[in-house]
């Protein structure tokens, strides 16, 4: 009304008047003056919703202009009222500590790759290196922020860096040990060859993930996306390009060929050679599995409903308690003391350069004053080491709570129901592409390993107590992810068999489950290999990573095992059961 009431006044004008036009002011600034048009008559003025404006504008111009009046559509004033400046939920204690942890973790997974496969694990090692710096140039490039469920992207990432090539050389194993390709160059080419449908399509399944977690979901959820997607494609690259041509490379030397065992493809490998031994009926009795999964699952579930879900603040809100204390407080010091003061998952941040703050599950009166005591007590002992007095400051050590107040879940219902929606339609586009590259059944086996896992991990957690928070969504994303690749893996060697290749030969008449037992002997030792590698890192990020970081490696170390166990112990025997016959 306003507007129609403002150009009918400015439709009186003459033509060519000033005063017919109507002055656009964003920031004190005229950015566009337009005159009413002839054909609108004088009082009636334009309705707010038909307002055009024409000119000779290029299509920059327009596209300016059009921005700028919609910037400047609701202008309110912003003034800033207080601001306050916290340090990391991770302290500089937790963050020296997880990179101790990362770097031991790696350092045991490169020894142990470099133990299994020698000279061409020396340079799978280099090929990782290669890749730390690939993800790291992306990430600067892109300005990204590494958070925990971005650290969950990259975790998950290494160890689908480290799988390809494992799947690599295990298959060059095969080759060479079967006199298939007798010389170990001929060897290593056909493994690249044969392993790349199978390396190709865990990553384009953990691709697809990503790419809809960054489109359809938000905060930390998406920031698991990112780096998921930049780790994946790093990955590929320092796997097929990297390790390929350094391999390649040194296999082709005079000294390498006259010493064929430094490569560590020329020998079959420990659990190669024990499965050939025993050549174990793993798939004769299918139901057998899948009734011992069926008594986990329900084990693990009874936990959910008998001790319940220990939501976290993140997705219950909380209580938000600031102090200002007359002598720093170290904020590690302070989690431990509230912990065992009994709040557990009390997240306290430095406020300032002497203040903390205390973000923790919703407190009565009682309890919030106990975590006011705790605060002092441990000020006044860290005052006794400090200087005595502080001048206007009030006495040493002395604690004040200046801020209290009820907060919202910093994973709100909005982002948590985007979250699922995302995590939902990637789970169905996984489950599509598997269709078309598999069969149905086979992606119906990946999705009913998969939730074999969720659940597991989720109902261990309920046992433990242990709460459910954005540290642990960023596990359960990598445990998911981990699954289906390891799944896809097992698959690729069932429709390779299937189509009477791969170093079983043809099918002839043999069953499915002769086919499937022999796909799950033929990966296994890429099954192990793998997941110990992964469990490595892992097992030395839940020793050494620090209270914080506990939750999300226990989770995953969890998941890793959990995952390896249903790729052969789950999925086979569901591929067995869903077929016709």
Not at 208 to 217: G, N, P, R
Not at 317 to 331: E, F, I, M, N, S
Not at 508 to 517: E, H, I, Q, S, Y
């Amino acid at each position: 009304d306003r507007w129609a009431r403002l150009t009918g006044e400015a439709a009186c004008a003459a033509p060519g008047d000033p005063a017919r036009r109507v002055a656009i002011v964003l920031d004190d600034r005229v950015i566009s003056s337009p005159q009413v048009d002839p054909s609108v008559a004088c009082g009636d003025g334009i309705p707010g919703g038909a307002t055009q404006i024409t000119g000779g504008f290029t299509d920059e111009e327009a596209r300016e202009l059009a921005l700028l009046i919609s910037g400047g559509a609701l202008p309110v004033p912003v003034e800033t009222v207080e601001q306050h400046t916290v340090g990391p939920t991770l302290g500089a204690r937790a963050i020296e500590a997880s990179a101790w942890a990362a770097v031991i973790g790696t350092a045991l997974t490169a020894l142990f790759i470099v133990r299994a496969y020698r000279l061409l694990g020396v340079l799978a090692v280099v090929a990782l290196l290669c890749y730390g710096v690939i993800s790291y140039a992306a990430l600067a490039v892109l300005g990204a922020t590494l958070t925990l469920p971005g650290l969950a992207g990259f975790v998950l990432a290494i160890g689908m860096a480290v799988d390809a090539n494992v799947l690599v050389f295990e298959r060059a194993r095969e080759e060479h040990a079967a006199r298939v390709r007798p010389s170990v160059r001929s060897a290593l080419t056909a493994g690249f060859r044969n392993a790349f449908s199978a390396i190709a399509d865990s990553n384009v399944t953990t691709l697809i993930a990503a790419a809809l977690l960054f489109l359809l979901a938000s905060g930390p959820v998406r920031g698991f996306g990112v780096t998921l997607g930049i780790g994946v494609l790093a990955s590929m690259v320092s796997a097929l390009v990297v390790t390929r041509v350094l391999a390649e490379f040194a296999v082709s030397r005079r000294w390498v060929r006259r010493r064929p065992a430094v490569t560590g493809i020329a020998t079959a490998g420990r659990v190669r050679e024990a499965l050939a031994r025993r050549d174990p009926q793993l798939m004769r009795r299918p139901r057998r599995w899948l009734a011992a999964s069926a008594a986990v699952l329900v084990l693990a579930g009874s936990g959910i409903a008998v001790r319940g879900l220990d939501l976290g603040i993140d997705f219950t809100g909380g209580r938000l308690l600031q102090y200002a204390t007359t002598h720093p407080v170290d904020p590690e010091r302070a989690r431990s003391a509230l912990a065992d003061a009994g709040f557990p998952q009390a997240v306290v941040q430095s406020s300032g350069d002497t203040g903390l703050t205390v973000r923790t599950e919703r407190l009565t009166d009682a309890e919030a004053d106990t975590v006011t005591r705790t605060l002092a007590a441990l000020g006044a002992e860290d005052a006794k080491g400090g200087t005595e007095g502080a001048e206007g400051a009030g006495a040493p050590g002395e604690v004040e709570k200046v801020r209290d107040e009820l907060i919202g879940p910093s994973l709100g219902e909005e982002l948590s129901r985007n979250a699922l929606i995302a995590l939902a339609v990637a789970l169905g586009a996984q489950l599509l592409y598997l269709a078309v590259r598999f069969r149905r059944l086979f992606g119906a086996a990946a999705v009913g390993a998969l939730a074999h896992d969720v659940v597991v991990v989720v109902g261990v957690f309920a046992w433990l107590g242990k709460p459910v928070d954005g540290v642990f969504l960023a596990a359960l994303l990598t445990v998911i992810g981990y699954s289906v690749n390891d799944s896809v893996v097992v698959f690729d060697r069932v429709r390779e068999l299937l189509r009477g290749g791969g170093l079983g030969g043809g099918t002839g008449t043999r069953a499915l489950p002769d086919l499937v037992n022999t796909a799950v002997l033929q990966t296994l030792p890429r099954t192990v290999n793998t997941g110990l590698g992964a469990v490595l890192v892992l097992a030395a990020l839940a020793v050494l990573g620090g209270d914080t970081l506990t939750d999300f490696a226990l989770a995953t170390l969890i998941g890793v095992v959990v995952g390896t166990y249903s790729s052969v112990f789950v999925a086979s025997p569901l591929v067995l059961e869903l077929s016709p016959g």
